[in-house]
């Protein structure tokens, strides 16, 4: 997987800049955006499972004991013939260079992390696209992570031992059910045979929007 520019509109959302940048911020973002290509290592990994069963609160996917609960993922993936589970990272470098910084330049610390943010979306957009080609003939739903809505971020440990995670790409979840690195993804994304509208939410939809430890990070759960 080849990155080499990272989405610079993207990390100035993340740290609340609108319009152009000044030039010194514009200097910085350029300084910072080498520095990360050069310490992360992005990769990822997505599983397809077919769908077994789609009961009031929970689905159940064939062939594994994961068991997603809730109703939230219920509806996302109504109409769904089967589930991808997803995830991405840019690996201990970039967190490794965040840390690094926060010590010696603040300035240049927040913007890494804001540039770390769109990275790693930029990663699961990649990752997505391989899905996509792996899943012709089927329409794709949004992503939707552990922790969002009412899908339990419990079910972390459970989704990367499924994905073997830890072992691939070096992904694991905390006791907190934070991921580690920090700058790393888990989704789920619906594989339809029907044509599907993008059903795209907002965090100031999502049921946990007050207490979700993603925004407490500076993160967000891969929507």
């Known amino acids: 997987m080849m990155i080499d520019s990272i989405d610079k509109k993207e990390a100035l959302r993340y740290l609340g800049i609108k319009g152009e940048p000044d030039d010194s911020t514009r200097e910085l973002l350029d300084i910072c955006e080498k520095e990360l290509l050069k310490s992360a290592s992005p990769k990822f990994l997505f599983r397809n499972f077919d769908i077994s069963e789609i009961s009031e609160d929970n689905i159940k996917l064939r062939d594994c004991s994961l068991v997603l609960y809730g109703k939230d993922i219920r509806n996302h993936l109504k109409g769904c013939k089967k589930a991808v589970l997803m995830c991405a990272t840019l690996g201990t470098g970039a ?4 840390r690094k910084m926060q010590i010696t330049d603040m300035a240049r610390a927040v913007i890494t992390d804001a540039l770390s943010s769109a990275f790693i979306e930029q990663v699961c957009d990649y990752a997505e696209g391989e899905i996509k080609k792996s899943a012709i003939g089927f329409s794709l739903t949004d992503r939707f992570s552990p922790g969002y809505g009412d899908l339990p971020i419990e079910q972390q440990k459970d989704f990367l031992l499924l994905l073997d995670a830890q072992k691939k790409i070096g992904l694991c979840a905390t006791d907190n059910m934070l991921l580690t690195p920090k700058k790393s993804v888990t989704a789920i994304i619906g594989l339809s045979e029907n044509e599907l ?6 965090c100031d939809e999502c049921n946990l929007k007050n207490s979700c430890r993603y925004r407490k990070e500076n993160n967000y759960c891969g929507k």
């Open 95 to 98: 967190d490794t260079l965040i």
């Open 197 to 202: 509208i993008s059903a795209h939410r907002s």
